[in-house]
């Protein structure tokens, strides 16, 4: 593997682990508006990387 598809693939990896503790936390933290802003803006970090990953797979390759 190329030291590029690596990177996309750690990418893809890593974007979708903050996105699905981000969104795990959100919804496991309800009681504290402070909190489910940290874990809303730490789950929208994930699917930016995410989306940003997957759109340079499809659109240049791997």
């Given amino acids: 593997m190329e030291e590029k598809e690596t990177l996309t693939v750690a990418a893809i990896v890593l974007g979708a682990i903050i996105l699905a503790?981000?969104?795990?936390f959100l919804v496991?933290?309800?009681?504290?508006a402070e909190e489910r802003r940290i874990y809303l803006v730490t789950a929208l970090v994930g699917a930016v990387?995410?989306?940003?990953?997957?759109?340079?797979?499809?659109?240049?390759?791997?």
Avoid: P
């Avoid at 503790?21 to 795990?24: I, L, P, V």
């Fill in 21 to 24: 503790g981000g969104r795990y």
């Fill in 28 to 32: 496991n933290g309800k009681a504290d």
């Fill in 49 to 62: 990387i995410l989306a940003a990953a997957v759109i340079k797979a499809f659109v240049w390759g791997f």
